[in-house]
């Protein structure tokens, strides 16, 4: 026999190696019980780790203890004194053997306890803990003012409680540090069973304003409360019986006991101007009239913009001087004209927003709203960049808190090829309307320039879960995939769109990439036949995918001669960006009044969705 195996046969006889397995499970099994136990009986954290060193330093000592000494019924003895026929050793070693057992047991009952009972717990915990990480960072001066119950028992009194609701909105936002939310996402909690903490978070704020109004002829009852989202606790509740006449100034002792409850103050200087909707005569029908122009102009159809330009033209007939109405009057031929008109009819009804927009400028030229509405007729009539960020930012100056101008002043900003200040533009307004889905499909298109394609992807699925019939979104999602180079995932995406332009446009643009040629030129031959005319710059992004930069160049064309608004993603759309050094390239950008495109740096290989015929709503 060789001295290894002579000496292995020696520390199995002494019951050596069946010490130290012992030693090590109960090192384990004190270790585990120790980890968990601690944070309860007050053990600091460096417990557990001096105790493993400790262990650690004490095995050989627990060895060598093993092989000197043996257990026998008189008591521990050194193995050198007791003779071969009285060694229990063998009797020993079953001890061992049932105690390592007993050691590797308690451990693994430890090692389950703390897989499936006190991480289950940690992760409640941590969802605990996440839910109070997010309220943690809601300011504490926020609020949201949901939509006033019409209790007029009228459905034709909706107009009237919206309209108080967001004349509450205008004057609240008038208050430095108040983080006020945009009609958008307030709006989306009418008529809401949600308790109030969860609305909270979603809304992203520490307060709800909440309540009713009735109106019945010459009399208006409001009830009003201000909510504490944190506990549902009431920090300040009101009832208002007053004649109609009176309307204005209750709205401003609504906003100030507000105001006073949440220790908020006036915005300071700056250029800062305060902003009201209210007609400069005071005179409640052209008022009236007014909120019901604005409450057709949100439901953006043809038909309500029709009624919106009705009574935005009663306002202005009952008060001539009424700078708000004139505003909205322009916005809404605007977009009227952009979304549902073309030829000789478009152009009148761009003219009549230009007129309704100077009168507007020229009765208050510190009227936010007349700057964007002029600003908007710029950037999707005129094509005349430079002048609409002059208008952006002097409304920004006047209203440095409105959300709409910010976002509005991103598209701007990503058409003149700078879709980084886009995104950050957007991110702050949706901070103020976060539950606003067209804005997210617009925070896609400027990221994916970027190469941020999964923020982008988010983006896009948090717009279609926001609204699941919305079109032009998964339109959106197939443009990502498209330049991810993923033709199943483009293709299922371009499935899902509804019927119409959007549709056609995706699943020409998805079957590009392909292996299909001719299913690739079947759709886009069916994109001419039906949308060549409200279509031409998406074709021309089609062709783009195709190399073919002659056929390009000859739908964009197509596209400037139908001032198709598309073409404001020129600087931020990388499928025709493939070509920014073709000669014809600049040449097209100078033709339409864009920067050179020696000045946009855009990844290769990497897109944002074109802006199709929704572009001209970005008002809304």
């Known amino acids: 026999m060789n001295a290894k195996s002579s000496l292995f046969a020696e520390l199995r006889r002494r019951n050596v190696l069946r010490a130290g397995v012992l030693y090590i499970g109960a090192v384990w099994a004190f270790g585990q019980g120790l980890s968990q136990f601690s944070p309860a009986i007050g053990l600091p954290d460096w417990a557990t ?21 043996e257990f026998t019924p008189q008591g521990l003895k050194r193995e050198s004194e007791i003779a071969p026929d009285d060694s229990i050793a063998h009797s020993t070693g079953r001890k061992l053997d049932r105690a390592i057992i007993a050691v590797l047991a308690l451990a693994v009952v430890l090692l389950l ?36 119950t019409n209790e007029s028992g009228d459905p034709k009194q909706q107009y009237f409680s919206d309209g108080l609701s967001e004349d509450l909105i205008t004057a609240l936002s008038q208050f430095a540090g108040l983080k006020v939310i945009g009609r958008n996402s307030s709006f989306q909690f009418r008529d809401t069973r949600e308790d109030s903490a969860s609305i909270g978070v979603k809304l992203g704020v520490a307060h ?35 004649p109609y006449q009176d309307l204005f100034v209750l709205q401003d002792d609504i906003t100030k006991a507000v105001s006073i409850a949440l220790k908020a103050k006036l ?87 230009r007129a309704a927009a100077g009168t507007a400028l020229s009765l208050d030229p510190n009227s936010a709203s007349a700057h964007l509405a002029r600003a908007y007729l710029l950037q999707s009539a005129d094509f005349d960049w430079t002048a609409a960020d002059a208008e952006f930012r002097r409304a920004l100056q006047i209203a440095p808190e409105n959300g709409g101008a910010k976002f509005m002043w991103g598209v701007l900003l990503a058409t003149l090829g700078k879709p980084a200040p886009a995104v950050r533009l957007t991110q702050e307004a949706l ?91 079947a759709a886009l031959k069916t994109l001419i036949d039906k949308q060549a005319g409200n279509g031409p710059y998406q074709i021309a992004e089609v062709y783009a995918l195709r190399k073919d930069p002659g056929k390009m160049f000859e739908w964009l064309d197509r596209a400037w001669a139908n001032r198709d608004p598309g073409i404001s993603s020129l600087l931020f759309d990388p499928f025709l960006l493939r070509y920014k050094d073709d000669p014809r390239f600049a040449a097209f950008c100078g033709k339409v009044g864009l920067p050179a495109p020696s000045a946009v740096t855009v990844p290769s290989a990497q897109s944002a969705k074109p802006s199709l015929l929704s572009a001209t709503s970005i008002g809304k």
């Open 431 to 521: 901070s103020r309307d976060p539950l606003h889905a067209g804005w997210y499909g617009w925070l896609a298109q400027y990221l994916l320039p970027l190469g941020r394609f999964d923020e982008a992807e988010a983006a896009i699925r948090r717009a279609i879960a926001l609204q699941p019939r919305a079109v032009g979104q998964y339109e959106t999602l197939t443009t990502i995939e498209v330049q991810r180079g993923d033709a199943n995932a483009a293709l299922r995406a371009a499935q899902q769109e509804p019927p119409g332009i959007w549709r056609d446009v995706a699943l020409a643009m998805a079957l590009q990439i392909g292996t299909d040629r001719a299913a690739a030129d």
């Open 49 to 69: 780790r001096w105790f493993l060193i400790a262990a650690v330093i004490g095995f050989p000592f627990w060895i060598a203890f093993a092989w000197f000494y």
């Open 208 to 242: 709800l304003l909440e309540g009713s109004v009735r109106h019945a002829g010459d009399a208006v009852r409001v009830s009003a409360e201000l909510i504490n989202v944190a506990d549902g606790s009431t920090l300040w509740s009101q009832h208002y019986d007053r």
């Open 113 to 148: 306890t703390n897989t499936f009972v006190w991480r289950k717990g940690a992760g409640l915990s941590a969802t605990a803990n996440d839910a109070a990480a997010v309220a943690a960072k809601i300011p504490a001066k926020s609020i949201a003012v949901l939509p006033l």
């Open 267 to 353: 915005l300071p200087g700056d250029g800062a101007v305060i902003q009201s909707d209210r007609p400069p005569s005071g005179n409640l029908d052209a008022y009236t009239a007014y909120l019901q122009g604005k409450f057709h102009d949100a439901n953006n159809t043809q038909a309500d913009d029709r009624k919106a330009i009705d009574f935005y033209n009663d306002a202005i007939r009952l008060d001539p001087r009424y700078a708000d109405a004139y505003a909205g009057l322009s916005h809404v031929w605007t977009s009227h004209a952009a979304q549902f008109l073309s030829g000789a009819d478009m152009k009148q009804a761009y003219a009549n927003a």
